[in-house]
């Protein structure tokens, strides 16, 4: 499946064949801020900005803040035959929901994101020998494709110790289906007797439901005059505690419009923790710059579900086994310019903040046990500041490549845009008497 030589990929989703292993392709989201600045962010302290990766830079909070991101993206595909294929995704990156309980001391945030996708298909074409003398073909075509993914409600709490010091915990919960499917539809044949045979078109179905806890533990310190006066520099980290889940695993068949249930069986897997760290410096107003890093030992994948010995089991999860998994590390860095600075009484575009930056990833996915596959990306967007002071609308941009066309796999080349609107005002304050 991960090499669709034979076939023509298509998909609404993420786009990616090698979404079909693991859990899905891992999506993560902190902020607009640190999307368009390589995606980390785990340092960045910002009043416009609640980034979700580290609870302890929600204590930053003034303004009760309400986000909301789309996001967009085109992907190419193509394999080591030079068979191609395009495909393209829609979809909400997060809803963010952040408010002050002491301003600048203690923060509550909530919000709702994507945790993992499944959503790929590829197609196979070929015919098989029918009949008592099997003297007869009959052409088949088979859709391979998958579906669904884990959602993540989070809400927590960041805590201001000193001017310096700042920690965060949240409680997390993940939760969805996966779901991959065979479908295979036959063309009507004419045995050579003159029988006329309409052989039935099956839909075979495997699919997981799964739901868990975890948590996620955060610290920030915060120094100044570091390098040079007036200068700000920050180290963040956190991290995601192993989330045992819970559910039901299904297989179904589905045949002309009839559908049954084969079996169910109920599991657990075990998800791997996950370490960040990253660093932030602002030599001035004008200037952000970023750097960070983040681990997971997805080696250290667990599952009991069965590994499907029959056509009424269903088949191994995750695809391909555990063997599959590889332990993921991601490396990103950017920069944001604001070339007003603190000037409120400069231009509209030069208060507005354009950001850059790019990462590395060495994927979680290793379809073929051997070959280890990377992602690369550059980042850009522009922030646009509005009417209300604490309110920003932003436009991202990515681009990059995934995976390889050696050893039978496949080449992603993609490209998104996303659309950022962070609403900021200052609620539950009551007016003092003058």
């Known amino acids: 499946m991960a090499a669709p030589s034979p076939a023509q990929a298509q998909s609404n989703g993420e786009g990616t064949i090698y979404s079909r292993f693991g859990m899905g392709s891992l999506l993560e ?102 009949g008592p003398r099997q003297d007869a073909e009959a052409r088949y075509e088979t859709t391979f494709s998958g579906s669904g993914g884990l959602h993540r409600l989070r809400g927590g709490l960041g805590y201001r110790i000193n001017d310096m010091l ?16 065979r479908r295979t539809r ?74 049954d249930t084969l079996s169910t069986e109920r599991g657990d897997v075990t998800l791997p923790w996950k370490g960040r760290l990253g660093l932030s410096y602002q030599p001035n107003a004008r200037w952000t710059v970023v750097l960070d890093g983040a681990f997971e030992p997805w080696s250290t994948f667990s599952s009991d579900f069965s590994t499907g010995a029959s056509e009424t089991v269903p088949s191994r999860f995750p695809a391909g086994g555990p063997g599959t998994l590889a332990d993921r590390w991601r490396l990103s860095t950017g920069a944001e310019v604001v070339p007003a600075g603190d000037d409120q009484l400069a231009g509209y575009f030069a208060q507005a903040a354009y950001r850059f930056g790019g990462y590395a990833e060495r994927m979680y996915v290793r379809p073929d046990q051997e070959t280890t596959l990377y992602e690369f990306a550059l980042t850009a967007g522009i922030s646009l500041p509005t009417s209300l002071s604490g309110t920003r609308i932003d436009l991202n941009t990515t681009a990059g490549t995934r995976g390889t066309t050696t050893n039978s796999l496949v080449r992603d080349r993609f490209f998104g845009v996303s659309l950022h609107v962070n609403f900021g005002e200052r609620w539950f304050q009551r007016r003092k008497l003058r």
């Open 186 to 259: 036959w063309e009507a044949i004419r045995l050579p007797n003159s029988t006329l045979v309409q052989p039935r078109n099956t839909i075979v179905s495997d699919g997981v439901q799964l739901s868990g806890l975890t948590s996620t533990l955060g610290g920030h310190l915060a120094l100044a005059d570091v390098f040079a006066e007036d200068d700000a520099f920050s180290i963040g980290a956190s991290v995601t505690l192993p989330a045992n889940l819970s559910g039901e695993q299904y297989r179904t068949l589905d045949e002309d419009l009839a559908r």
């Open 166 to 181: 700042s920690v965060g915990a949240t409680a997390d919960l993940l939760f969805g289906t996966l779901e991959r499917r």
């Open 29 to 130: 989201f902190s902020s607009s801020q640190s999307d368009a600045m390589g995606g980390g962010g785990y340092a960045l302290r910002s009043l416009n900005y609640n980034p979700d990766a580290n609870p302890a830079l929600w204590s930053d909070q003034v303004f009760t803040r309400l986000s909301g991101s789309a996001a967009y993206r085109s992907t190419s595909v193509e394999d080591g035959q030079g068979n191609s294929g395009r495909l393209s995704s829609g979809n909400v990156q997060a809803l963010q929901f952040n408010f002050p309980l002491y301003e600048r001391s203690l923060g509550v945030g909530i919000s709702f994101q994507p945790y993992s996708r499944s959503n790929y298909s590829a197609t196979r074409t070929g015919q098989e020998p029918i």
